[in-house]
């Protein structure tokens, strides 16, 4: 179920608490990306079975918010995920998930250089599974995310922060109405950039 962790991308909605001295102000643009980025190709031979196969794997997980007050934003969150297995023989198999995940969220400052994000997130999307020859599988995923960001500024435009998200994540078979249902807390860190009026 390495798809569950598209769940991490899920970010926040948030309670309402007092700002101090890094606050966000109206009109705010936050964009942010996390380290479950990932473009790869290998190749693996095995030699007792004289067998090779060819992965590319892509990863995308991007947020962009939106402070629409000082302090307060709605955002967007974006999760692709594909992996793509070419056997010898001309075998293959494909997993592609696509995720979109809007909400909003509260940004309270600690001090100058730092702050903490608070928000609720719903999320939606589906994943498709294919293989030569096979009908292919195809899932409905709905998800509900409670995040914390902690935001440490290096510059005026620029974070580094660390996260976590603590997740409930719905599947359902399209063809069966088969569902499985998952909660977990996920943990991840990124860098945000900030672009002001």
Same mark, same amino acid.
């Given at each position: 179920m390495k798809k569950l962790t598209l769940a991490a991308a899920l970010s926040a909605l948030v309670l309402t608490l007092p700002a101090t001295a890094k606050d966000l102000p109206q009109g705010t643009i936050a964009v942010s990306g996390t380290t479950n980025g990932e473009l790869g190709f290998t190749t693996t031979e095995i030699d007792e079975?004289?067998? $090779?196969?060819?992965?590319?794997? +892509?990863?995308?997980?991007?947020?962009?918010?939106?402070?629409?007050?000082?302090?307060?934003?709605?955002? +967007?969150?974006?999760?692709? #995920?594909?992996?793509?297995? $070419?056997? $010898?023989?001309?075998?293959? &198999?494909? #997993?592609?998930?696509?995720? +979109?995940?809007?909400?909003?969220?509260?940004?309270?400052?600690? #001090?100058? $250089?730092?702050?903490?994000?608070?928000?609720?997130?719903?999320?939606?999307?589906?994943?498709?599974?294919? &293989?030569?020859g096979e009908d292919d599988i195809e899932l409905d995923m709905t998800g509900f995310s409670f995040r914390a960001e902690y935001n440490h500024f290096i510059n005026d435009f620029v974070a580094l922060n660390a996260g976590a998200a603590y997740t409930i994540l719905t599947l359902e078979e399209d063809s069966t109405g088969i569902e499985a249902d998952t909660s977990g807390l996920f943990f991840g860190f990124g860098i945000s950039v900030y672009l002001s009026n």
């Open positions: 079975f004289d067998a $090779e196969y060819d992965t590319t794997v +892509l990863n995308i997980n991007l947020d962009a918010r939106y402070f629409i007050q000082d302090n307060i934003a709605i955002g +967007l969150g974006y999760s692709l #995920d594909s992996t793509e297995t $070419e056997y $010898e023989g001309g075998f293959e &198999e494909e #997993d592609t998930t696509v995720f +979109l995940s809007p909400g909003v969220f509260y940004n309270l400052s600690l #001090d100058e $250089e730092n702050s903490v994000i608070l928000g609720a997130e719903f999320g939606f999307g589906s994943q498709e599974i294919s &293989e030569t």
